[in-house]
């Protein structure tokens, strides 16, 4: 994959539809969440047509502070999942990525402070409307032994939400691909900030 990856999608849809582009501009892949289930489903497509499934992320329970999101391919195998690490979540989002049941990465709010000042600043009107749109969170994905190696950032934008994934260390392909889609749920769940 050419980085950086872009992800986008508008803000005033029924259903969440993303899509991924590469540094080229070439389409990676074309997220689309299931509206009003009980436990979330996410398909990811190949292309916008949705003429392959790639990828599923389901929820192994209904809505919960530290569910576990499930990745499968497109043929039922098993990729990991990504769960939220429960109350913590409350002052700075936190996610672990796992691998066989294991913690392999970690995902990381880089700036904790963004988060209140945001959640204080967002209950005023007019104020918290571009408070909103200049404060924009990232994060960041860290192998166990604490080595980053990518980073989300959100970018200001007004009708759409706008994530850029920048690549800061090597990591095998099976590896970025169970970032990406850690980084697509965490996308799917914070969406509401920034």
Known sequence: ??????????????????????ASGSMLMFIKQKMFKLKEKVEIFSDENQTQVIFHIEADRMIDWSANYSFTDGQGNDWGAVRRKGM?????????????????MEINEESPMKKIFESVLSEIPILGFVATYLINPSYLIRRTDGTPVLRLVKQPAVWE?????????????????????????????????G
């Open 1 to 22: 994959m050419q980085y950086p990856i872009d992800l986008r999608f508008k803000l005033l849809t029924f259903g969440q539809r993303i899509t991924a582009t590469d």
């Open 88 to 104: 913590r979540s409350l002052w700075s989002a936190r996610y672990e990525v796992m691998q066989d049941g294991q913690v392999d």
């Open 161 to 193: 939400g706008r994530y850029t994934i920048e690549k800061l260390g090597e990591l095998p392909e099976d590896d970025e691909l169970r970032s990406l889609m850690a980084l697509i749920m965490l996308v799917l769940l914070e969406r509401r900030r």
